[in-house]
């Protein structure tokens, strides 16, 4: 709510649309790591080696620049908010979530 709040007051966008924007984004963000997180446990179900194990310890070492698959989240997440022929977002709320996102 507050990201919302402060996206709306930056944006000059009505409060509903950019929870609305940021409803998108995060569901999308959060929709790729469920479809990652699901092939490693498909590959390690079917090849016989831990994987998703590993990766979660590999990742917790490094540091939060190297975690590339929060950036890729972000990508699908801001991917979401790109204007299709069917609706789109005001671009004052895809520029703040793609500056907040940083990609
Ligand atoms: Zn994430």
Redesign the pocket.
Known sequence: MALATDMSSSTGESFVDCLDGLAAFLYM??LY?YRFDAHCLQMEATGGLPVYGPYRRLVANRPISEWH??SI??FYGLEALRPNPRFSYPQPICDYLWDLAGC
């Open positions: 963000h959060e790591h698959e929060e989240g972000n």
